[in-house]
């Protein structure tokens, strides 16, 4: 196995945190910029699956941190950053990909339900670049990476929630590229499409799959380990001259 010095990769020594890096798009994208040199700091709501995900970068020669965060905590975010902070001096890359879906009808949507998919996506996406932007000013140099969805986009039923916390992510994307490029800070969004457990209902249940496929033009879900080099592209130097915009790693459900 080789170390990670030995690793000859485009984020050699770059810092990175993934929010919801504990499993599905996250862990993949974690993985997959450990394996091009990034340190990275693998940031869920448990310890136990935060460091597991961290275990199996450091297994393969990676650095990796796993940390227990709800991004929708302030303080917690803070604690967070202060940790990534004292372990590695920095961060270059924020992946603001934690997430949840709470799914009803909009007639039968609880304010719970509406409150908690806001405040994970959107408040939570909002702490986490509020924290890390400082030090990305001040080093004039930053990558940010938000994880939008074809449902921000294109809207889904059942998904009223998600769909506005979705399309505001856009908002955040288009403003945060606008405010940071001064400071050499670019700010991308990702629209995925992948067989994670957050899908896991619309790929297997009878009343949905095949629905769900036809909207797919490459009539299948990727894995997602074949999305996530979309991620590195965005978090490395290839992209450096890339800011504000919107890229659909789908499949095609996304084509507008
Ligand atoms: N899978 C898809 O096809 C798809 C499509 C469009 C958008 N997305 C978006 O991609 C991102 C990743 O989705 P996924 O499919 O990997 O989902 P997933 O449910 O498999 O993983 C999400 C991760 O986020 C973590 N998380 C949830 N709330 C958190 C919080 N408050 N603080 C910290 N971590 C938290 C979860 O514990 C989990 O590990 C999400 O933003 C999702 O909305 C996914």
Partial sequence: MKSRKQLRGRLNGKVAFVTGGGQGIGAAVAKALAREGALVAVIDLTLDTAAGVAKEIADEGGEALGIACDVADRDQVAMAVDQVDAAWGRIDILVNNAGITRTAMLHKMTPQQWDKVIAVHLTGAFNCVQAVAPGMMERKYGRIIYVTSAAGVLGTIGQINYSAAKAGILGMTK??????????????????????????????????????????????????????????????????????????????????
């Fill in 175 to 256: 403003s945060t590229a606008r405010e940071l490029a001064r400071y050499n800070i670019t700010a991308n969004a990702i629209a995925p499409g992948a067989a994670t457990p957050m899908t896991e209902v619309i790929r297997t249940d009878e009343r949905f799959k095949e629905k769900y496929l036809e909207r797919i033009p490459l009539g299948r879900w990727a894995e997602p380990e074949e999305i996530a080099p979309v991620f590195v592209f965005f978090a490395s130097d290839a992209s450096a001259y890339v800011t504000g915009q919107i890229l659909a790693a789908d499949g095609g459900m996304t084509i507008y």
